[in-house]
């Protein structure tokens, strides 16, 4: 199996809300397989939140207008 598809794999069980623990110790890949998978899941979440942030700061700006 691939890098890639690994990373994949274990990136879905990270959404699905298994911990970083669980899927350390639920799968046998090389280390920095698992690693980059955890590294790019925290990236998404990041991202998600800032996105959440900015989708308030513009339903803010955009009640402010209405009135």
């Keep these: ?19 970083i623990d ?16 955890i590294h790019e899941h925290h990236l998404q979440e990041h991202s998600r939140r800032h996105d959440r942030l900015l989708q308030g700061q513009a339903e803010f700006a955009m009640r402010l207008g209405r009135h």
């Design 22 to 37: 669980d899927v350390r110790n639920l799968v046998t890949v090389p280390h920095e397989v698992l690693e980059q998978a």
């Design 1 to 19: 199996m691939n890098t890639i598809h690994l990373t994949a794999q274990l990136k879905q069980l990270l959404n699905r809300g298994y911990s």
